[in-house]
T-cell receptor, first 117, second 110 residues
Framework: GAVVSQHPSWVICKSGTSVKIECRSL??????MFWYRQFPKQSLMLMAT?????????EQGVEKDKFLINHASLTLSTLTVTSAHPEDSSFYIC?????????????FGPGTRLTVL | GQSLEQPSEVTAVEGAIVQINCTYQ??????LSWYQQHDGGAPTFLSY????GLEETGRFSSFLSRSDSYGYLLLQELQMKDSASYFC???????????FGAGTRLFVKA
């Protein structure tokens, strides 16, 4: 199946710093990638939809200036958490969409666990 | 808006069959997906239903009724390794984005 990688897998940073997370589709091109956040024992919350070559579409309540998304190529999308604070600590997961037929599938990266001190 | 409902927890024994139901409300509908997630890991794709009926993949099957806005995931011959969280997810309008349910935590006991 399609493989999506994320880097880094975990990161610890000080409050006020910025952190960049990369999401790559390794063996296919993804015109659409999604960024999710997941708190422990909770569901995946969609943060934004990232389309190659255009601005990301953010979900309601997600701060565009705080979570910067860039999708510069068909295989790479990045999420930058700017001026991170402890409440931003979470599991961030990206996915890449592979459109059908007969199915429409998202392949998830392994996730990045962010801890802000 | 879009919302999904699924049970929070299900417990079953090895070798048994378990069904996890999912009802949804969405503006527009393209398909219902199911994902499995083990603790600390990323979700993995299990199945996708765009049309009514049953899709079978090995021990797992998924069913969809568009008229009832309802689907279920059926797991047969349960194994201990099936203990995980299972999410139903719906694709509505707006760029095929996928919205996830709250997840069902499945505990498989010996």
């Amino acid at each position: 199946g399609a493989v999506v990688s994320q880097h880094p897998s975990w990161v610890i940073c000080k409050s006020g710093t910025s952190v960049k997370i990369e999401c790559r589709s390794l063996d296919f091109q993804a015109t659409t990638m999604f960024w999710y956040r997941q708190f422990p024992k909770q569901s995946l919350m969609l943060m934004a939809t990232s389309n190659e070559g255009s601005k990301a579409t953010y979900e309601q309540g997600v701060e565009k200036d705080k979570f910067l998304i860039n999708h510069a190529s068909l295989t790479l999308s990045t999420l930058t958490v700017t001026s991170a604070h402890p409440e931003d600590s979470s599991f961030y997961i990206c996915s890449a969409r592979v459109a059908g037929p007969p199915t429409d599938t998202q392949y998830f990266g392994p996730g990045t666990r962010l801890t802000v001190l | 808006g879009q919302s999904l409902e699924q049970p929070s927890e299900v417990t079953a024994v090895e070798g048994a069959i378990v069904q996890i139901n999912c009802t949804y409300q969405t503006s527009g509908f393209y398909g219902l997906s199911w994902y499995q997630q083990h603790d600390g890991g990323a979700p993995t794709f299990l199945s996708y239903n765009a049309l009514d009926g049953l899709e079978e993949t090995g021990r797992f099957s998924s069913f969809l009724s568009r008229s009832d806005s309802y689907g279920y995931l059926l797991l047969q011959e349960l194994q201990m390794k099936d203990s995980a969280s299972y999410f139903c997810a719906v694709q509505g309008t707006g760029g095929f984005k996928t919205i996830f349910g709250a997840g069902t935590r499945l505990f498989v006991k010996a």
